[in-house]
């Protein structure tokens, strides 16, 4: 077992096995991971709102789904990750807090979903598993080595993905 490198909130990190790739706090954020099963690259991303355009002078790349996701595919590519291999899973876009009678357009964790959604489209990789939703916080983990995506929330059973 490698090193366990920390992804703090609004930050990005790509590692390589035997490493591992963990994210805590993940509420209406998504940890998006995205794995090449053949060179064992990977590179999670927690990312905190769906657009960067909505911001100016937005400085940090690793907050928004559009630019973090794009960085992170960049980071790979670099590192010597076959696009063509590519696959990710996402976690996170909890609904954290009910707000009687708001409406569903400020739900960011679904609109984070579905911007993560929609870049990874775009850079034509194919999501294959994703735990998002619901009211609790997660906790994930990215296995370099088998590309297992570790789900832990408070009270709830282990999820592999």
Partial sequence: MGQMIKVGMADLKICKAPDALTTIGLGSCIGIAIYDPSTKISGLAHIMLPDSTAIRNNSNIAKFADTGIQ????????????????????????????????????????????ASRQKLKQLGIKIIAEDCGLNYGRTVELYSETGEYYIKAVGKELKII
């Fill in 71 to 114: 960085k992170l595919y960049d980071d790979m590519i670099k590192a010597g990750a076959n696009k063509a291999r590519m696959v990710a899973k996402i976690a996170g876009g909890a609904k954290m807090f009910e707000m009687p009678g708001a409406s569903t357009s400020i739900n960011v964790g679904d609109r984070n979903a579905e």
